[in-house]
């Protein structure tokens, strides 16, 4: 699933070029979060995954599609990873989710 970075992210005002940082503070579209919901068949849980959870399914470290929930701490972290330059036009970038 390819999705443009607008598509995810609630954009500042007029601004459209983001840092990584910047990028990765803001709020998330309900939208998307149940459209990745939905792509991955996995819910989506508000809040944060415990990172002591003894099952491997709830690690912050296993990849989304093996996931059982979907939190934001999942989709900040995976998008973190993905992008790999330093700035980004929100309008024009994209981010492909397995």
Known sequence: ???????IFVK?????VYTR???LTL?????????????????Y???????SNLCYAENIHT???????LSKRDII?????TLEQESFDINTEEITFS
Request: hydrophobic residues 35%; glycine residues 4%; without cysteine.
């Open 1 to 7: 699933m390819k999705v443009k970075l607008s598509d």
């Open 63 to 69: 990849r989304l599609e093996y996931r059982s929930t």
């Open 77 to 81: 972290a995976y998008v973190g990873a």
């Open 27 to 43: 709020k998330i579209k309900k939208k998307f979060i149940q459209r990745l919901s939905l792509h991955l068949d996995i819910p």
């Open 21 to 23: 940082n910047q990028l």
């Open 12 to 16: 500042k005002s007029n601004q459209s």
């Open 45 to 51: 849980m508000e809040g944060s995954t415990v990172e």
